[in-house]
């Protein structure tokens, strides 16, 4: 069973276009986030939500959209994509609420916008 | 100064050597490190976690943590080539909250056979 899944795993879109990753995790875990890791794989976090409740809210464009439907699930919506928006997109949990704060990492989602 | 810093490598080490990966942190009241490894084009894996100083030891892999001068090290004995990857260290800063765990840049470590 994998822990942390995300969909899709590769995703190529233009520029101005809509779209949107989904992540998902089986761990019962209370915390979800997301980072991005661009070419010279620095990885910088996004957003964090506790039990569907976002914590953290980098300095990210407000083009991305986080959702959490539950404590389980977090999406990432990202309106007029622009070429600097191609990365690898990385969604993790971890029991931070607890008092555990590992982090699990899904696959990625590698976005090429052209 | 970058919060967490990692030399970027490449580090070279024969199989069956010892691999020496260092990392420092800006903020002094850091309670939580780790450290993840990521192999090419794959997600970060955690293969240790430290919380207090000294260090903590887990099959052929040691972490170190010395709070005072603000560096954490993984240690790897007999190193395997499958240890071939990069390294990322992550620190939780007092500041910004637990969950802002901060990474750095990772040091790429290469095992010659």
């Known amino acids: 069973d994998t822990a942390v899944s995300q969909t899709p795993k590769y995703l190529v879109t233009q520029m101005g276009n809509d779209k949107s990753i989904k992540c998902e995790q089986n761990?019962?875990?209370?915390?979800m986030y997301w980072y991005k890791q661009d070419s010279k794989k620095f990885l910088k976090i996004m957003f964090s939500?506790?039990?569907?409740?976002?914590?953290i809210n980098e300095t990210v464009p407000n083009r991305f959209s986080p959702k959490s439907p539950d404590k389980a699930h977090l999406n990432l919506h990202i309106n007029s994509l622009e070429l600097g928006d191609s990365a690898v997109y990385f969604c993790?949990?971890?029991?931070?609420?607890?008092?555990?704060?590992?982090?699990?990492f899904g696959p990625g989602t590698r976005l090429t916008v052209t | 100064q970058k919060e967490v810093e990692q030399n970027s490598g490449p580090l070279s080490v024969p199989e069956g050597a010892i691999a020496s990966l260092n990392c420092t942190y800006s903020?002094?009241?850091?309670?939580?490190f780790f450290w993840y490894r990521q192999y090419s084009g794959k997600s970060p894996e955690l293969i240790m976690f430290?919380?207090?100083?000294g260090d903590k030891e887990d099959g052929r892999f040691t972490a170190q943590l010395n709070k005072a001068s603000q560096y954490v090290s993984l240690l790897i004995r007999d190193s395997q080539p499958s240890d071939s990857a990069t390294y990322l260290c992550?620190?939780?800063?007092?500041?910004?909250?637990?969950?802002?765990?901060?990474f750095g840049t990772g040091t790429k470590l290469q095992v010659i056979p």
């Open positions: 993790a949990s971890s029991q931070a609420l607890a008092g555990s704060y590992e982090q699990y």
């Open positions: 761990l019962g875990h209370d915390t």
């Open positions: 939500y506790n039990n569907k409740e976002l914590i």
């Open positions: 903020d002094r009241g850091s309670q939580s």
């Open positions: 430290i919380y207090s100083n």
């Open positions: 992550a620190v939780i800063p007092i500041s910004g909250g637990y969950q802002k765990v901060t």
